[in-house]
């Protein structure tokens, strides 16, 4: 299976899985626009992709697996809604439509935002599943990944050094919060969702999960210069207009251009025990830092 099948196979499972499950409440029919409408306008499913990729190590994605990969799309559409607003990065445009609060308003804007958040959780918590142990496991991760010990600790020292002069050793902390780590619970969401890993197992991708996530960061950062709004689907230059701390600023555009070399190899390393059983993982980590937009 090339990269473009698994692309379509994992996008078409989770945003499956997203409108089965979204559209049950009729009072919420406005909010629930907002909240589609930031989920299906265009993202990649680089995450989802990455969970689906992870369980297919250790057997067949089920409906967990399912729910693990929606679940982390809702809390990453959640986290861009909230990235775009006016008091954030005040953002007009999000792959090259109107950001929520611009096609909706600020106020829809927050709740969708609000409702998204909560959204994953109640995928992961439905009883249907039938398998406590596993949905605990899942939720634990994803909390640990998007609040205050991950993503929202990564937006809060963002915004915190706007403006400011850090080293590269803030910058990456900085990373590893925002962006790492929903990319690791993305990848160990799959694999737990499976019940078929082992610690080691979980170590393993964790090095991968590490690697990728910030050769992720290193490559928005690179790609906001290199590229046109067109491509980005989002204002060129936004981080460097914002005076932002990137690593083409840290360590000039060739500096940047290799430590995404050298997280990539790290990764491949990382996920060699698997065989060729991880070729989809070898992929998206090639995709990653290949990507213009």
């Known amino acids: 299976m090339t990269l473009e099948d698994f692309s379509d196979y994992a996008r078409r499972r989770v945003d499956d899985y997203l409108t089965q499950n979204l559209n049950q409440y009729a009072p919420a029919a406005h909010l629930q626009d907002a909240m589609m409408y930031s989920l299906f306008n265009g993202g990649k499913r680089v995450r989802p992709m990455l969970t689906y990729a992870a369980a297919s190590l250790f057997g067949t994605a089920g409906e967990l697996t399912d729910a693990s990969a929606a679940a982390i799309e809702s809390i990453h559409a959640y986290s861009l809604i909230h990235d775009d607003l006016p008091a ?5 445009l999000r792959r090259g439509k109107p950001t929520c609060h611009i096609q909706y308003d600020e106020a829809t804007a927050i709740l969708a935002g609000d409702a998204l958040q909560t959204f994953a959780f109640e995928l992961l918590s439905n009883k249907k599943h039938q398998n406590n142990g596993i949905q605990l496991q899942l939720i634990q991760e994803l909390v640990y990944a998007s609040g205050r010990h991950g993503m929202v600790t990564g937006q809060m020292i963002d915004l915190a050094n706007v403006g400011k002069t850090i080293d590269v050793k803030a910058l990456e902390q900085m990373h590893q919060h925002k962006t790492g780590a929903l990319i690791r619970a993305s990848v160990r969401m799959g694999a737990i969702s499976t019940g078929g890993h082992s610690e080691q197992d979980l170590a393993a ?3 991968y999960s590490a690697a990728i996530g910030l050769a992720f960061q290193v490559q928005d950062d690179i790609i906001d210069i290199t590229s046109d709004t067109a491509t980005l689907g989002k204002t060129q230059f936004s981080d460097e207009d914002a005076n932002k701390p990137t690593y083409p600023k840290l360590l000039g555009l060739e500096g940047a251009q290799t430590l995404a070399q050298n997280l990539h190899k790290q990764a491949i390393v990382a996920i060699s025990p698997f065989g060729e059983k991880a070729k ?7 995709y990653i830092i290949d990507r213009n937009h």
């Open 205 to 207: 991708l964790d090095a």
């Open 88 to 92: 954030m990065d005040d953002d007009d």
């Open 280 to 286: 989809p993982l070898v992929e998206l980590a090639n």
